[in-house]
């Protein structure tokens, strides 16, 4: 079936301008989480969306960054005024939750380039 | 809250060589253990998974057990192939009743190039 799906996979902008990622999760997958990767750098948590708990915002580097999720399909996250340091490819993933226990899904990222 | 710990790198083998990857976790309950994959250029990938204590992982010959006595997942594979050479991460996923339910905390990641 398909797998977790981002867009734009590839987006170049200008320092202080926003930016709006997008990720289509497997469909049933009730959670959701955002990862940020440096080059060269290991995976930053940003955040997590459970079904219809509050989600863990708890890795936001600051408050240029938010994400929405509707329900459990499509999620969104945006980064306002982006500085060169958010230059980064942006991970999704999605998973079922069985058991009480999840399995990640990875997309592709997106990969965002800030001149 | 949890932690993953990955063996330093960058690990440089020769085609063949046995490879182990070593991974120690720190987490309340028994949570979710994870290998993922990254090739060159691409996204990240499952590799194995364990949910339980003395489960192994296992696929494309790499293994892993989750061993609770020692909080470790290391990877293993008897035999590397060129092909093998990626990054590798360790991750662990808080199980219900946690306090960190659901959450991924991956560990630093471990380069592999191996060499013909």
């Known amino acids: 079936g398909a797998g977790v799906s981002q867009s734009p996979s590839n987006k170049v902008t200008e320092k202080g301008k926003d930016v709006e990622l997008r990720c289509d999760p497997i469909s049933g997958h009730t959670a959701l989480y955002w990862y940020r990767q440096r080059l060269g750098q290991g995976l930053e948590f940003l955040i997590y969306?459970?079904?219809?708990?509050?989600?863990?915002k708890s890795g936001l580097p600051s408050d240029r960054f938010s994400a929405e999720r509707t329900g459990e399909s499509v999620s969104t996250l945006t980064i306002q005024r982006t500085q060169q340091e958010d230059s980064a490819v942006y991970l999704c993933?999605?998973?079922?939750?069985?058991?009480?226990?999840?399995?990640?899904?990875f997309g592709p990222g997106t990969r965002l380039l800030v001149l | 809250g949890d932690s993953v710990t990955q063996m330093e790198g960058p690990v440089t083998l020769s085609e063949e060589a046995f490879l182990t990857i070593n991974c120690t976790y720190t987490a309340t309950g028994y949570p979710s253990l994870f290998w993922y994959v990254q090739y060159p250029g691409e996204g990240l990938q499952l590799l194995l998974k364990a949910t339980k204590a003395d489960d192994k992982g296992s696929n494309k010959g790499f293994e892993a057990t989750y061993r609770k006595e020692t909080t470790s997942f290391h990877l293993e594979k008897g035999s590397v192939q060129v092909s093998d050479s990626a990054v590798y991460f360790c991750a662990l996923a808080g199980n219900a009743g946690g306090t960190s339910y659901g959450k991924l905390t991956f560990g630093q990641g471990t380069i592999l190039t191996v060499h013909p």
């Open positions: 993933a999605s998973s079922l939750v069985r058991g009480g226990r999840v399995f990640p899904d």
């Open positions: 969306f459970q079904g219809n708990s509050a989600p863990d």
